[in-house]
């Protein structure tokens, strides 16, 4: 037997401004306690911020530490998952000469000590245009989403230490 719209009950005023909060209160819950996307996975070291790459990499550059002197960048490459190291992970890394242009002379591709560390030295990096000085830096390891960052040097200094951090793939989406 079907009731026509006459015989059906109605939902009083009351009763739909309850329904209505408690779905939006419901909705909100499940929203808050579903998956986190990669990034905002609660690690044991935060990821190394990503920045752009820039127009001007290029892949293929030599292995060497050094593309000068005056400027030693060095750290650690870990996992954000439990902060241990990262061992033969390739850094690759590019920047301007002393006289801001980028340059074949200023890339620079190394590899993560057993321990994860890493060092090169440089000439103090140089603005570009209307950017301040920066060390582009790209990373890549087995079982690790690859990463694209760039170092801020601060000025007059000679070192600056810079750990990069990388997302297991098993985090990411």
């Not at 609660?42 to 400027?71: I, N, Q």
């Not at 140089?126 to 960052?149: D, L, N, Q, W, Y």
């Not at 000025?155 to 793939?169: R, S, W, Y």
Request: include cysteine; hydrophobic fraction near 40%; proline fraction near 9%.
């Amino acid at each position: 037997m079907t009731l026509s719209w006459r015989q059906k009950p109605m939902i009083s005023f009351e009763q739909r401004f309850i329904k209505i909060p408690i779905l939006l209160l419901v909705s909100l819950v499940t929203l808050w306690l579903a998956p986190l996307s990669a990034a905002e996975q609660p690690f044991a070291c935060a990821p190394t911020l990503e920045d752009e790459m820039g127009p001007f990499y290029k892949p293929g550059a030599p292995y060497r530490h050094s593309v000068g002197t005056g400027y030693l960048l060095f750290g650690t490459v870990k996992s954000a998952e439990d902060c241990s190291p990262i061992p033969a992970a390739t850094v690759e890394l590019w920047m301007t000469g002393p006289e801001g242009r980028y340059g074949d002379e200023w890339w620079a591709t190394l590899f993560s000590a057993k321990n994860g560390t890493y060092y090169f030295t440089s000439h103090a990096a140089t603005e570009f245009g209307s950017r301040r000085p920066h060390i582009h830096i790209r990373v890549t390891a087995e079982g690790f989403k690859p990463m694209v960052t760039q170092h801020y040097p601060v000025k007059n200094a000679g070192e600056g230490q810079f750990d990069l951090v990388l997302i297991p793939l098993t985090v990411v989406e």
